[in-house]
């Protein structure tokens, strides 16, 4: 079973980058099995796909977001990371990881991002 964990500043002021790392443990982000994912949801709204960085370092984001999102892994760390650029209000969200495969998936707790000067 796939561990992670998402790690950053839980406020972020406007037109600045949001930063998140997410840490995988019992389980290494070399492996093809899984599109390692980062996902939001904002308050009182459902969930909202933002990209994935497979095991070959392609990435593929939301065409909603793509021009302000930014998806790398550290393999020497076992770590992905996100990153959100110019943020406002409407960037404010829960924010998750998750190990995407065909059926299933495993996700982290969840990390509140707050967008507010």
């Known amino acids: 079973q796939v561990q992670l964990q998402e790690s950053g500043p839980g406020l972020v002021k406007p037109s600045q980058t949001l930063s998140l790392t997410c840490t995988i443990s019992?389980?290494?982000?070399?492996?093809?099995?899984?599109?390692w994912t980062w996902i939001r949801q904002p308050p009182g709204k459902g969930l909202e796909w933002i990209g994935y960085i497979d095991y070959s370092d392609d990435t593929y984001y939301s065409p909603s977001l793509k021009s302000r999102t930014s998806i790398s892994r550290d393999t020497s760390k076992n770590q992905f990371t996100l990153q959100v650029s110019s943020v406002t209000p409407e960037d404010t969200a829960v924010y998750y990881c998750?190990?995407?495969?065909?059926?299933?998936?495993?996700w982290g707790q969840g990390t509140q991002v707050t967008v507010s000067s």
């Open positions: 019992s389980g290494s982000i070399t492996t093809k099995d899984y599109y």
């Open positions: 998750a190990a995407l495969a065909s059926g299933f998936a495993y």
